[in-house]
């Protein structure tokens, strides 16, 4: 008979007793259906021009008309926009979230286009 070398139930199988529980619990399974996919995040839309830019950190900050200040990640770009292709004082547009728990954000950030 070979011998497990974990669990706390090692003497029972040694001893030829059946074991009702596991040694040690096993992982929880997924819900049926699996758990529902959270909402996406929608904000209000807003202008406002770059103020500061963090290039080697990936972030900044957008000043709104009332002279707030927006923070910003890489991340929250639109897609197919490159967070290398602002620069301080672009005029932007994006979707205004305004977090209780970690404050305000900037989504969906873009570049304004230029009327012709």
């Given at each position: 008979?070979?011998?497990?070398?974990?669990?706390?139930?090692?003497?029972?199988?040694?001893?030829?007793?059946?074991?009702?529980?596991?040694?040690?619990?096993?992982?929880?399974?997924?819900?049926?259906g699996g758990?529902?996919?959270?909402?996406?995040?929608?904000?209000?839309?807003?202008?406002?021009?770059?103020?500061?830019?963090?290039?080697?950190?990936?972030?900044?900050?957008i000043r709104?008309?009332?002279?707030?200040?927006?923070?910003?990640?890489?991340?929250d770009l639109?897609?197919?926009?490159?967070?290398?292709?602002?620069?301080?004082?672009?005029?932007?547009?994006?979707?205004?979230?305004?977090?209780?728990?970690?404050?305000?954000?900037?989504?969906?950030?873009?570049?304004?286009?230029?009327?012709?």
């Amino acid at each position: 008979m070979l011998q497990s070398t974990i669990g706390l139930h090692d003497s029972a199988r040694r001893r030829g007793q059946a074991v009702t529980q596991p040694s040690r619990p096993a992982g929880r399974k997924a819900a049926p259906g699996g758990t529902p996919r959270p909402a996406e995040r929608r904000g209000t839309a807003a202008t406002g021009r770059l103020v500061k830019l963090m290039i080697g950190q990936g972030h900044g900050f957008i000043r709104l008309g009332s002279g707030r200040e927006i923070y910003f990640h890489r991340s929250d770009l639109e897609e197919g926009t490159a967070f290398n292709d602002f620069a301080v004082g672009d005029v932007v547009v994006f979707e205004l979230l305004d977090d209780p728990v970690s404050g305000a954000r900037a989504l969906r950030v873009k570049q304004r286009r230029r009327p012709r």
